[in-house]
């Protein structure tokens, strides 16, 4: 399996902008998760979804946040309008059971 | 609030040495605990997990776990170079994801 599937690998916005962020997990994971990090904050759970279905989006900093699974191999995170201090990387992991495994990362820039 | 706390480091050993990583979490249910290991510009890598009470070895990787006192840790042995990388602590409290450590920054000095 190739493993977590990001994309892009990095995106530069300008302030305002719609960003999608996109996601195919390991084939066979139940489990996929949006994950925000930065220096000051550590990684952040925004949503995860089991089968699916999200099941906490409490981590969402805001509506300009939202994501959604349509099915078991895609997963987006779409931030609308951008703003600079959503800059940070983004990971997708997914899992089957306790073990997650991340994908490689989007690092996403709003000017 | 389900804590997971580590020294953020960075914590400097030299080539050949013993690094030992800590981490202490708050919520005493939690049943599994991971370690993953983060390069500079690169995604969390799982290294180790482990479950039961004690240690778990896998090469030059130590796991260690304490419930009692809820504490778990990490040894490298022969450190390298290569080791040089943040080491996540994760915690699976139930039926919840897991919770993560903010990560200690290893630096091994050749």
């Known amino acids: 399996d190739a493993g977590v599937i990001q994309s892009p690998r990095h995106e530069v916005t300008e302030m305002g902008q719609e960003v999608t962020l996109r996601c195919k997990p390991i084939?066979?994971?139940?489990?996929l998760f949006w994950y925000r990090q930065t220096m000051m904050r550590g990684l952040e759970l925004l949503i995860y979804?089991?089968?699916?279905?999200?099941?906490?989006d409490s981590g969402m900093p805001e509506d300009r946040f939202s994501a959604k699974m349509p099915n078991a191999s895609f997963s987006t995170l779409k931030i609308q309008p951008s703003e600079p201090r959503d800059s940070a990387v983004y990971f997708c992991a997914s899992s089957f059971g306790n073990e997650q495994f991340f994908g490689p990362g989007t690092r996403l820039t709003v000017l | 609030q389900k804590e997971v706390e580590q020294n953020s480091g960075p914590l400097s050993v030299p080539e050949g040495a013993i690094a030992s990583l800590n981490c202490t979490y708050s919520?005493?249910?939690?049943?599994?605990f991971f370690w993953y290991r983060q390069y500079s510009g690169k995604s969390p890598e799982l290294i180790m997990f482990i479950y039961s009470n004690g240690d778990k070895e896998d090469g030059r990787f130590t796991a260690q776990l304490n419930k009692a006192s809820q504490y778990v840790s990490l040894l490298i042995r022969d450190s390298q170079p290569s080791d040089s990388a943040t080491y996540l602590c994760a915690v699976n409290p139930g039926n919840t994801p897991l919770v993560f450590g903010k990560g200690t920054r290893l630096s091994v000095i050749a």
């Open positions: 979804f089991n089968n699916n279905v999200p099941i906490d």
């Open positions: 919520d005493r249910g939690s049943q599994s």
């Open positions: 084939s066979g994971h139940d489990y």
